[in-house]
């Protein structure tokens, strides 16, 4: 158990449609990942953020917008959902901003777009 | 920017042989380098780091690391596989400049043969 909590864990959505998944971090990590994983792109990095502050972005769509709140928990929002959004979604957190840091992940919400 | 090459999709090796898996990166500099396991329907689980200093870095499970600046590699190794070990093995890199969130190459799926 990586201490890394994410929920839901499995989400069966339509087209079109929105969805939130929410990641609740290690305790004392500041520092939030969003990383997609997906048969064709492999892992991507979406978005970090850290106490509450966006600070880097990777690969993430317009249709995706990311927060991390002031107890520093996480939420990603999708919508317009298309089928290519199906994926596995991880969130992820670590200590500090470093790289140097461990970055610790969870065990992923499942989105599958029907 | 940084990127990382594991020029295995899949290897099948027999219970107790050994084993290594590929990885390299391309950096200007030394980065963080670092092997994630994911079992199947799990999250990524941290095997080893290496930050500096020694070139072979012991993890868990028995796995061990091969740090070669000279070759931009970090090769992953354990000298007797066993059937629980089949998982998909992930390395990653990480910098302190610019965008910091790890990047992770496309993964090397490990069966393990009876």
């Known amino acids: 158990d990586s201490g890394v909590t994410q929920t839901p864990k499995h989400l069966i959505t339509a087209t079109g449609q929105r969805v939130t998944l929410r990641c609740s971090p290690r305790?004392?990590?500041?520092?939030v990942y969003w990383y997609q994983q997906s048969l064709d792109q492999g892992l991507q990095f979406l978005i970090q953020?850290?106490?509450?502050?966006?600070?880097a972005k990777g690969n993430i769509l317009e249709r995706f917008s990311a927060q991390q709140f002031p107890d520093l928990h996480s939420e990603l929002n999708l919508s317009s959902l298309e089928l290519g959004d199906s994926a596995l979604y991880f969130c992820?957190?670590?200590?500090?901003?470093?790289?140097?840091?461990?970055?610790?992940f969870g065990e992923g919400s499942w989105l599958t777009v029907v | 920017a940084q990127s990382v090459t594991q020029p295995d999709i899949h290897i099948t090796v027999s219970e107790g042989a050994s084993l290594e898996l590929r990885c390299n990166y391309s950096y200007g500099a030394t980065p963080y380098l670092f092997w994630y396991v994911q079992s199947p329907g799990q999250g990524l689980q941290l095997l080893l780091k290496h930050f500096s200093g020694d070139t072979l870095v012991q993890g868990i499970k028995g796995f061990e690391a091969e740090f070669k600046r000279s070759q931009s590699s970090f090769n992953l190794r354990k000298p007797s596989v066993h059937w629980s070990d089949a998982a998909e093995y992930f390395c990653a890199v990480g910098v302190d400049t610019g965008r910091r969130a790890l990047t992770f190459g496309s993964g090397t799926r490990l069966q393990v043969q009876p």
């Open positions: 305790s004392g990590d500041l520092s």
């Open positions: 992820a957190s670590s200590v500090a901003l470093a790289s140097g840091n461990t970055i610790y």
């Open positions: 953020y850290y106490n509450g502050e966006e600070r």
